[in-house]
């Protein structure tokens, strides 16, 4: 059956669960599902509203069986798109007192026996359980400035159970703990530190739902200026850092056959740009990473989104970036003139970061997060600048790409493709 895009301020939309009878219900999940996802309601308190509406009608109604079936369908719902807590409609459906006499007005059928096993437990008319949905786990790295701090500060807001960790967990005073709310020393160039706050995250709340990959560095240098150890240092957070984290929380979400990995990297992780080619190169090992990574989970019902921000007013320009000590005469009109913009401009960034954490989590919280979301107009306009260039450059050299192959196999490929 087919639902219709609905207005989310008029009651269509509940009277479309109403209209799912037992016997359809399971045929219609799906159908539901798009019904709900035509809503274009985008804050926590506004999809909360529906759902508390949805129940009240269904309770008004005296409609046992729609309503456990809104509680069904809304409980799928809250898991993909990231509704807090369902306490309110759970408490609603208990209180329900059974009427088996009456009908339902819209399907003409008999009202359903209470002990239905509509969400694969029988109901028991005197005291009813319904599972109580709860907020998803986000554990977000490298907290204490930026985006990783104004996402910490939205997905507390959104009323998700949130991880705040940070090198210095100090910096994070204001946050403290709370029942929804765990503050973590987390050193992400330590695999023991790494494995302990995934542990205390699991212990805490359970699981872990979305990881955001944050931490990272900065370090400017033309690549021939460039000290290794620092370099070194800079892999180990931005590379090592994000893959520490992702081989401590994969066990857990690929048993619970859930979960989405958010891995921040950079407009710089699509394209170079003069004195950042190492900077580069970690971004470049972040979005390869997240490409293999997404392939291999997504068949066990994982995600993996990659960030690219451009410019944002972050810390990430000032003390949160190295430079190097040696600076050589021949690139100062290359990598010394950018360089010496990007200090400049520190502070000065074009991009919000509040906008980015809202957008981030908004993405995740679609239940179809994109592969890439680029962030700010200088990524938009610089990533589709860098499509053209290597469309141009496939373009020119594809006579001599094709002519690479063996002939024999330039022949059986001619032969697959008819």
């Known amino acids: 059956m087919a639902y219709p895009s609905v207005n989310p301020n008029s009651g269509e939309v509940f009277n479309h669960f109403a209209r799912v009878s037992s016997s359809q219900f399971k045929a219609a999940q799906s159908d539901v599902d798009s019904c709900f996802q035509s ?3 985008k804050s926590f308190t506004e999809r909360l509203s529906v759902l508390k509406k949805a129940a009240k009608l269904m309770r008004d109604r005296r409609d046992n069986l729609a309503l456990l079936e809104t509680l069904e369908i809304s409980k799928r719902i809250a898991c993909r798109v990231g509704i807090g807590m369902m306490n309110d409609l759970a408490l ?7 009427n088996n006499e009456q009908t339902n007005e819209l399907t003409n059928e008999p009202a359903n026996d209470p002990t239905i096993e509509t969400t694969g437990q029988p109901m028991n008319n005197s005291s009813s359980k319904t599972d109580v949905i709860e907020p998803p786990v986000w554990l977000i790295t490298g907290c204490s400035t930026g985006i990783g701090l104004e996402l910490a500060k939205q997905a507390i807001e959104s009323g998700y159970r949130t991880v705040i960790t940070a090198r210095d967990p100090s910096a994070l005073e204001g946050m403290g703990s709370t029942d929804q709310v765990l503050v973590l020393k987390l050193d992400v160039t330590q695999a023991d530190s790494a494995e302990a706050a995934i542990k205390e995250t699991v212990a805490r709340f359970g699981r872990i739902d979305v990881l955001v990959n944050n931490a990272g560095i900065g370090y400017f240098a033309a690549v021939e200026e460039s000290e290794e150890e620092e370099v070194r240092k800079m892999f180990d957070v931005n590379v090592f850092g994000t893959g520490r984290m992702i081989w401590a929380v994969l066990p ?3 048993k619970q056959r859930s979960g989405c990995v958010v891995n921040i990297s950079s407009l710089a992780g699509l394209r170079g740009f003069p004195a950042l080619g190492y900077y580069n190169a970690s971004k470049f090992a972040v979005e390869g990473l997240s490409s293999a990574l997404r392939q291999e989970v997504e068949p066990l019902g994982l995600q993996v989104m990659v960030v690219e921000p451009s410019g944002f007013r972050t810390d990430w320009a000032g003390r949160s970036a ?8 021949d690139y ?5 003139k950018v360089r010496a913009s990007l200090r400049h401009s520190a502070g000065h960034e074009p991009g919000d970061p509040v906008r980015a954490a809202k957008s981030i989590v908004a993405a995740v919280a679609s239940g179809n997060p994109p592969h890439h979301l680029l962030l700010g107009n200088d990524a938009f306009e610089g990533a589709m ?3 053209e260039h290597l469309r141009r450059d496939f373009t020119a050299g594809e006579a001599v790409a094709r002519a690479a192959d063996f002939p024999e196999a330039v022949l059986k490929s001619a032969d697959r493709a008819e």
Do not use: C, F, V, Y
């Open 39 to 41: 809503l274009t309601l």
């Open 92 to 98: 609603q459906s208990e209180r329900l007192e059974p």
């Open 252 to 254: 857990g979400m690929r």
């Open 322 to 329: 190295n430079e190097s000590k040696l600076q050589i005469d």
């Open 332 to 336: 100062s009109a290359t990598a010394g």
């Open 385 to 387: 600048a860098k499509l």
